[in-house]
């Protein structure tokens, strides 16, 4: 007898977000990125269409990220006093297709960069790559408010994805993201309620919600990755049943929670048994990633090129149907 | 140690206080209350007081504002008395007891709640008149055997019975009047008590006392147990607020030294004061009161009979006793009849009280087909669904936001308190109305509603409650705790300009959120959509005041057709009036307080969840309030 798959039919699909603006959408850019659109939960091709792969984006920094363990430097010490080195060193030799600048010096305890000198990065980031850009800020409300507005004046027609807006501070960035016409990550923490009070927020800012991305906030394999995959689930369910305010594609900072996690990073000789400290730490992230993807998240952002390629291969896998789906 | 004495201005009155005593405390001792939200912490800034001569031991500032500083204001609880004192106590200071909102336009219904219920006059407690066959050689039974037998004729009941002092005089009472006596009986719980013997026949009925003990306000009933008519009515304040303004900061004071018995000795001393109003309005004497029956939430009922509330407070939450003994009025202190016998209704759980059950009692959902939903709004929202065949209670801790506790420009309904506020979305200014048309001096709980219903629709606030700090008025301005909105300057109100901040605004969110996942968190226990809730029953003192319209548009009530609601008022005190005047509905509470299931909300995650999505304006599941939507468009 003929196996029939148990179809679950859903009422709705998952927003589109487009990323990038080409020459002849008012940007710089030579391609645009499509995330979201999904009609079914992860990967069941066969319950329902996945238009568009998840996206690997690779993290870049305005500083040197002097914290970040050892076994980056030989990929990355040769460029990251450079943010247009780095990131061009991450498409060309590691085949990112999405960036995400994260503007750490304008924390005023780092490098208290001023509003002009991030915007100028930016845009020299911008002149440099082709691919789509995420720009985040350094984190800290009163500095970004600053910062993120000039950012996204600099770069009006790129489409930006900017972040973060919080629920306690999304009215400048939304506001900034209206006006010079990019998109907006909107951060909750592991809450799907705030997830939801915050979209409602920006979008009766008349901020479309296909401009919007979710960042649902994540952690690490081991640290709580489960609550984060919990979240997602139900934003996802929410999505494919109606609730628009919940139906955004979904983005993850899986390389900043899995780095600084005590077994990506521990030594060897500390901890002989957890085996290679560098290979031990690529498999948490791409673990962490994985996960991550299976509870429908549309980017991963990683930092160490051998976890990305780990995570590039496993997309592609997954995107292929098998005779199951026809 | 000598005592010292404390002259309180203007009133002269004069407190003779241990050594080391508080202002606050020795003002009470002399029966002037001051205005305590945080029961002697020194936190909340309201019982500023001047010492006009002598020097106080002043503790620490505690939070008092520069202005009142300046001008040589202390805090009272702060002050201890050290040496004699000359206090004056200012007018804004004072809880003014003249102000007490009571319902009293609400009396001339009760006899349609008596029928509504479905009961039938039938007393707890009445007069029976008796002639005795005198006693001879060869009838030899003794004087008490001879009345129990003439009373078990007259009454259904057995066990009849008779405290001491009352047997003591017996012998003498039967002979005065020549065999014809009067018996006063209270009949509970399957026994008949003789509360009063008198001889001869008398017309005068039994009286009884049906009392609300809330948390914040007291309410008590005179009624005729013979012909249930209510002679009057009085209400005040729970003179345990000097010791705090909520039932935690109670029961934190019932386990220090001595705290216990002073929070009994106030809330007795508060429905003395109470009986000694009621009487002068009446021909009766005290000793003419007979039964009272007392409702109030579970801790009110362990303080009123100085049971220790301690374990209610901690988990598991267990209170002492749920169902509470009959006490005699003379051990209590009560000052009706001595021999008086005093019922409590019957608590559910710690957080779900006796009142909760007089509400459901006089309402007679458990008698009814439909499915009701009572929300009784107080310190504490606790709330009943329901019908004949199940009943659930939740409690929710909405915390006094809405009774004005932790809200800077909060207070209670009186006389003062803005009830209504009407805001212009183009230029921000603001009309209020003020209970009694006076110069405002804070806002009520209606008055917070409409502040958050308007707000949000003038864009003062966004859906998270947040404060636009970017709008064009200069009535946002930044204050000591960021930003706040002046809803009423200074030369229009009876105070310093009157404020709301974002704290506050977040206060009232969590209030509102609360009950609102209260519901909704019975709602799922038992499976039920909101729509199949046919009535909603809104009680408590506050509840005379709320706009359902914008009580629904904050979120805080179920987005329901207005028809579907009810405003109840004190339902507790109804209820308590109810039982006092038929068995049927004193055994029936008795029931209800067996039959009525508790859901414990701090267990699990349901209600967390609930609660976050409901701090949201009107909630973040906007398809559950379709007519708000509607209106949107």
Sequence with gaps: MAFNAVKDKYRSKVGEVVLGATKEQGGTRDYTITIGGEAALPFLHFEGEIPNRPVVAMEIWDVAPTDWNDCFKPFYADVWNDPVAWAKKCVDEYGAELIVLHLKGADPDVKDATPEECAKVVKDVLAAVGCPLVVTGCGKPEKDNLVLPLVAEAAAGENLLLGVAEQENYKSLTAACMVHKHNIIAQSPIDINICKQLNILITEMNLPANRIVIDPTIAALGYGVEYGYSIMERARNGALQGDTMLGMPMIGNVGYEVWRTKEANASSDDFPGWGEQENRGILWEATTAMALLQAGMNVVVMRHPKASNLIKQNIEELMVKTSFDE | ?633
């Design chain 2, 1 to 633: 140690m000598d005592k010292i004495s404390v002259r309180f201005l203007p009133d002269n009155l004069i407190a003779n206080v241990e050594h080391g005593t508080s202002l606050l405390l020795a003002a009470a001792s002399v029966g002037l209350e001051l205005k305590s939200n945080c029961g002697g912490d020194g936190t909340c800034g309201r019982c500023l007081v001047k010492v006009q001569e002598g020097r106080p031991n002043v503790k620490s500032e505690g939070s008092i504002s520069l202005k009142a500083k300046q001008s040589g204001l202390v805090l009272a609880c702060q002050a201890a008395a050290v040496e004699n004192l000359v206090v004056d106590i200012p007018q804004e200071s004072r809880l003014d007891e003249h102000q007490v909102l009571l319902e009293e336009k609400d009396i001339l219904v009760e006899k349609d709640d008596f029928l509504a219920a479905g009961y039938s006059l039938n007393p707890l407690c009445r007069k029976i008149k008796l002639t005795l066959s005198e006693p001879s050689l060869t009838e030899n039974i003794s004087d008490f055997s001879r009345l129990q037998s003439a009373i078990r004729n007259e009454i259904d009941c057995h066990d009849v019975r008779i405290g001491l002092s009352m047997l003591k005089g017996l012998a003498e009472v039967l002979r005065t009047g020549d065999w014809r006596v009067t018996v006063t009986v209270a009949q509970l719980n399957g026994c008949a008590e003789i509360i009063n013997v008198e001889s001869g026949h008398t017309d005068k009925p039994a009286y009884g006392l049906a009392v609300d003990i809330g948390t914040t306000t007291v309410a008590a009933y005179l009624l005729d147990l013979e012909s249930g008519v209510t002679l009057c009515q009085k209400g005040t304040y729970n003179k345990q607020s000097t010791y705090g303004d909520d039932v935690i900061t109670r029961m934190i004071h019932a386990s220090v030294p001595k705290g216990l018995r002073e929070l009994h000795t106030a809330i007795i001393l508060t429905i003395n004061q109470l009986i000694v109003e009621l009487l002068s309005q009446s021909d009766i004497s005290s000793d003419d009161i007979h039964l009272a029956m007392v409702a109030g939430n579970t801790t009110m009922t362990h303080l009123f009979l100085e049971l220790t509330p301690r374990y209610i407070r901690l988990e598991p939450y267990i209170p002492l006793a749920s169902f509470v003994p009959l006490v005699k009025a003379e051990e209590l202190g009560l000052k009706i009849n001595p021999a008086a016998q005093v019922a409590c209704f019957p608590s559910v759980a710690s957080y779900v009280g006796g009142d909760i059950v007089s509400g459901a009692l006089i309402t007679n959902m458990a008698k009814r087909e439909e499915i009701t939903l009572l929300i009784d709004i107080g310190t504490n929202g606790e709330m009943v669904l329901g019908n004949e065949d199940w009943l659930i209670s939740v409690s929710c801790s909405a915390g006094p936001a809405f009774e004005g506790g932790g809200i800077t420009f909060g207070m209670r309904a009186m006389k003062g308190a803005i009830e209504h506020v009407s805001i212009d979305p183009e230029t921000f200014e603001v009309e209020v109305t003020t209970i009694g048309n006076v110069k405002a001096t804070g806002i009520c709980g209606s008055g917070l509603i409409d502040c958050l219903a308007k707000f949000h629709r003038a864009g003062i606030i966004d859906r998270a409650g947040k404060l636009q700090a970017d709008i064009n008025t200069s009535r946002m301005r930044q204050g000591d705790d960021g930003w706040e909105f002046v809803l009423v300057w200074s030369d229009e109100a009876d105070s310093a300009d009157i404020v709301v901040t974002e704290n506050d605004i977040k206060n009232l969110m969590r209030a509102k959120g609360a009950v609102y996942a209260g519901i909704r968190s019975m709602l799922k226990a038992v499976q039920l959509e909101e729509e199949m809730i046919d009535k909603v029953l809104i009680a408590g003192g506050f509840g005379n005041y709320i706009n359902i319209r914008d009580a629904v548009a904050i979120g805080l009530f179920p987005d329901l057709p207005p028809e579907k609601y009810t405003f109840i008022g004190n339902s507790s005190v109804k209820g308590a009036r109810l039982a006092l005047l038929s068995q049927e509905a004193y055994s029936e509470a008795q029931e209800l307080g067996k039959k009525i299931t508790y859901l414990e909300l701090s267990n699990g995650n349901d209600f967390m969840d609930e609660f976050v999505s409901a701090l949201f304006l009107p909630h973040t599941d906007m398809s559950l309030f379709p007519s708000l939507a509607a209106n949107n468009d």
